[in-house]
């Protein structure tokens, strides 16, 4: 069982940054894909941006040049640094860890952006 839990969020203003961690549990971490998935209220979660154990990332169209993912396989962590933020990016953050097929899922981060 891996153990995903998110931090971060919280209210910025348009134009501003956050930055969401998200740790996930297991000495097999290198190899797990991760990513950063979004739930607005009336919407289906989408995909956000994805980073998997070999390192090529994969954005949204609504987020690129705007957000970037990475990780930190020695803490066991990913990131997502979000610019330019934009009252439409207000959401639920879900980070995904995904290992041997299964789907582990953290508990969500709320991002709202607003004046």
């Known amino acids: 069982q891996v153990q995903v839990v998110e931090s971060g969020g919280g209210l910025v203003q348009p134009g501003g940054s956050l930055r969401l961690s998200c740790t996930a549990s297991g000495s097999m971490f290198s190899i797990y894909s991760m990513g950063w998935y979004r739930q607005a209220p009336g919407k289906q979660r989408e995909l956000v941006a994805a980073?998997?154990?070999?390192?090529?990332?994969n954005y949204a169209d609504s987020v690129k040049g705007r957000f970037t993912i990475s990780r930190d396989n020695a803490k066991n962590t990913v990131y997502l640094q979000m610019n330019s933020l934009k009252p439409e990016d207000t959401a639920v953050y879900y980070c995904?860890?995904?290992?041997?097929?299964?789907?582990?899922w953290g508990q969500g981060t709320q991002v709202t952006v607003s004046s």
């Open positions: 980073i998997p154990s070999g390192g090529i990332t």
């Open positions: 995904n860890a995904r290992h041997m097929g299964l789907d582990y």
